[in-house]
C-alpha cells in the first residue's frame, strides 16, 4: 500500500488549490456578520470558517515542517518564513489605514479622517499582534463594527507555529521529534476540549494558540511519519466520517484533528486542480484584503434587500485584483530576497572548507 510521501509529489499537488479555496470559504462565512445577515450559520459550535482556518493550519504545518527538515540553517528557514508572510501582512495594514478607511469616510459624508488613529493602526498592529481593530471614526454603524480586518489575528499564531517547528526541529533530537509534537498534539487537542466543555482557560493568548496550532501539529506529523501512514481513498473515508462525527461530541480539536489533516492531504493529492496556483499564490492576497473590502462595500449599499450569495460573489470579485497585485507587487518579488541568507550560508561553508 503507497505511503503518503509516495504519492505526494512537492512539485506537483493541489494544495495551494485548496488554500485558495479555503481563503474564498472564509470571505463567505464573514459575509453573514459583516453584511447584515447575522451570524455565521454553524453546526455543534463549529462553521465553515472555522474549519477553514483548520484546514490552512493543517496543510501549513504538513509544508512548513517540510521546509524546516529540509532546510540545514535555521536563519534560512527563518528568513524565508519571514518573507512568506510580513512584507504582504506590512502592506495590507497601510492599505487601511492610508486608503481603505480614508476612503470609508468620504463614502459615509464624515467630516474628516483621522489620520493620528490611522497611523497608531499601523503601528499597533506592526508585530503582527493585532492590539487596534479599528480607526476612530470608521465602522461605527456597520454591521460588524470597528474591526477593518479580523482574518489577520490568524498570522501571529502562524508565526508562532513556525518559531516553534524551527526552534523544535533545532534542538530536540531528530528521534524525539515525532513524540515533541505528537505530545504538542495531544495537549493543545485536550486544552481546546476542556475549554469546550468546561470554560478552562489558562491564558487567552494561550487558548487562541492551542485553536490553531492543533491543527498545525497534526500536519506536522503526518509530513513526519509520511513514510509510513498509508495514503488510499478508503481510509480518507473514514479520516472524514471520524473528523465529522467528533464535532457533536465536542471532540474534533482532539480526535478530528489528525484525520481531518489526512483529508486535506488525500484532497492535496487527488484534486486535478495542479495547475491553480502552481506558480502563482493568490490565497494569501485574497485573505488578507477580503475583509476590509467587504466593510467597504457594506459602505456603500444594504446588501441584506439581495440573496448573500451576491454580495460574496461581488466580496470575491472587489479581493481578486488585490490578491493579484498582492502576489505579483508583494508577496513574488519579496520571496526573491531568499537567496541572501542562502549565499551568505554558502559563503560561510566555503571559508570553513578552506579553513
Known amino acids: ?36 445577515w447575522g451570524h455565521i450559520p454553524e453546526w455543534h459550535g463549529r462553521d465553515f470558517g472555522n474549519t477553514a482556518v483548520a484546514g490552512f493550519f ?76 479599528g480607526i476612530a471614526g470608521t465602522l461605527q454603524e456597520a454591521p460588524y463594527p470597528d474591526v477593518w480586518n479580523g482574518s489577520l489575528w490568524t498570522l501571529y499564531f502562524e508565526a508562532l507555529c513556525y518559531v516553534a517547528i524551527g526552534l523544535g526541529v533545532s534542538i530536540v533530537p531528530r528521534r524525539f521529534v515525532v513524540p515533541a509534537v505528537f505530545v504538542g498534539l495531544i495537549l493543545t487537542g485536550t486544552y481546546n476540549v476542556l475549554h469546550v466543555w468546561r470554560g478552562f482557560v489558562i491564558h487567552d493568548m494561550l487558548t487562541f494558540f492551542s485553536q490553531l496550532a492543533v491543527y498545525f501539529c497534526a500536519g506536522a506529523l503526518l509530513y513526519l511519519l509520511r513514510d509510513k501512514i498509508p495514503m488510499n481513498g478508503w481510509l480518507t473515508a473514514v479520516a472524514a466520517c471520524l473528523a465529522t462525527l467528533t464535532i457533536p461530541l465536542g471532540l474534533f480539536p482532539l480526535l478530528g484533528a489528525l484525520p481531518f489533516a489526512y483529508v486535506m492531504m488525500w484532497l492535496g493529492i487527488k484534486l486535478p486542480l495542479q495547475s491553480v496556483g502552481r506558480k502563482n499564490d493568490f490565497s494569501y492576497g485574497t485573505y488578507i484584503y477580503a475583509m476590509p473590502l467587504q466593510q467597504i462595500l457594506v459602505a456603500i449599499y444594504d446588501w441584506t434587500k ?4 451576491v454580495f460574496v460573489a ?42
Request: proline share 5%; charged share 15%; with cysteine.
Open 1 to 36: 500500500m503507497s505511503t503518503i510521501g509516495e504519492k505526494f509529489d512537492p512539485r506537483h499537488n493541489s494544495l495551494n488549490a485548496i488554500r485558495l479555496i479555503l481563503a474564498l470559504v472564509v470571505i463567505a462565512v464573514h459575509s453573514w456578520p459583516i453584511g447584515g
Open 306 to 309: 439581495l440573496p448573500i450569495g
Open 58 to 133: 493543517a496543510i501549513s504545518g504538513y509544508l512548513i515542517t517540510a521546509s524546516r527538515m529540509s532546510t540545514p540553517s535555521i536563519v534560512d528557514y527563518f528568513w524565508r518564513r519571514f518573507l512568506r508572510i510580513y512584507p504582504a501582512y506590512l502592506v495590507a495594514l497601510l492599505m487601511v489605514a492610508a486608503v481603505f478607511a480614508p476612503v470609508y469616510t468620504l463614502l459615509t459624508d464624515r467630516d474628516s479622517y483621522e489620520w493620528k488613529s490611522g497611523i497608531t493602526y499601523f503601528f499597533n498592529n506592526f508585530t503582527l499582534y493585532i492590539q487596534q481593530w
Open 314 to 355: 461581488l466580496s470575491i470579485a472587489c479581493a481578486a485584483p488585490f490578491a493579484l497585485l498582492s502576489w505579483f507587487v508583494i508577496e513574488q518579488p519579496a520571496m526573491t530576497l531568499k537567496r541572501l541568507t542562502k549565499k551568505r550560508t554558502d559563503r560561510a561553508r566555503e571559508k570553513a572548507a578552506i579553513t
